[in-house]
Structures are given as structure tokens and as C-alpha cells.
Nanobody, 123 residues
Framework: HVELVESGGGLVQAGESLRLSCTGS????????MAWFHQAPGKGREFVAG????????SYADFVKGRFTISRDNAKNTLYLQMNSLKTEDTAVYFC????????????????WGQGTQVTVAS
């Protein structure tokens, strides 16, 4: 079982940056591919970015390419999402998730989820 806890959300102005963190339980964190999803009010959970177990491969949704960077530090059991040039449409609850299947965009393929952290981007 992997417990995940997100932090770093908040209220920012459009064009500003935020860095989200997701800390996992020590024993199994490096055994899983990890991803960030977001969910806006009234919408489904959407893939944002994913990273392989050892961090050698990443994948991004088209709407964040060039603006967001996913990374992980397995020694610290921590996943990151650096979000630059934020837009109002990035407003959502952001979740980290762990998968045994590698980087996949289908949220149903993820075994463990954090509780989410709110990101609000004001115009």
C-alpha cells in the first residue's frame, strides 16, 4: 500500500508559477510510475503528466507541454510538478497517483491516489 500526500497548491495570478509536491510512503514509492492528474469542477479527472519509476521517461498532456515539468526524487520519496506560465484554465484540484503499469493516461489504471491539492489561477 502506498500513501500519497500532495502539497503546494494555492491561489496565483495568471502567468505565475507554482510547484506541487507529492510525498509517498517510503517502502514502495520507487516501485511505481507516478503521474499528476487534475479535475476541474464538473469535469472528469484528466492526465497532466507522468514519469517512469526511475525518472528516465516522462509524458505530458498537450495542454501543458512547454509549461509544466514533472520530476521525482526517489531518495526523498517525492514527486514534483513545476507549473510555469499558469493559465486560468489550469484551475483545478491536482492529484498525484501511482501505477504498476508504467505511464498511462487512463486514470483507471492507477492504484493509489493522494487527496488532492487545489490550484486556482486568477486572471
Amino acid at each position: 500500500h502506498v500513501e500519497l500526500v500532495e502539497s503546494g497548491g494555492g491561489l496565483v495570478q495568471a502567468g505565475e508559477s507554482l510547484r506541487l509536491s507529492c510525498t509517498g510512503s517510503k517502502r514502495y514509492f520507487s516501485s511505481y510510475a507516478m503521474a499528476w492528474f487534475h479535475q476541474a469542477p464538473g469535469k472528469g479527472r484528466e492526465f497532466v503528466a507522468g514519469i517512469s519509476r526511475i525518472g528516465d521517461r516522462t509524458s505530458y498532456a498537450d495542454f501543458v507541454k512547454g509549461r509544466f515539468t514533472i520530476s521525482r526524487d526517489n531518495a526523498k520519496n517525492t514527486l514534483y510538478l513545476q507549473m510555469n506560465s499558469l493559465k486560468t484554465e489550469d484551475t483545478a484540484v491536482y492529484f498525484c497517483a501511482a501505477s504498476n503499469l508504467g505511464i498511462v493516461e487512463n486514470h483507471l489504471s492507477y492504484d493509489y491516489w493522494g487527496q488532492g491539492t487545489q490550484v486556482t489561477v486568477a486572471s
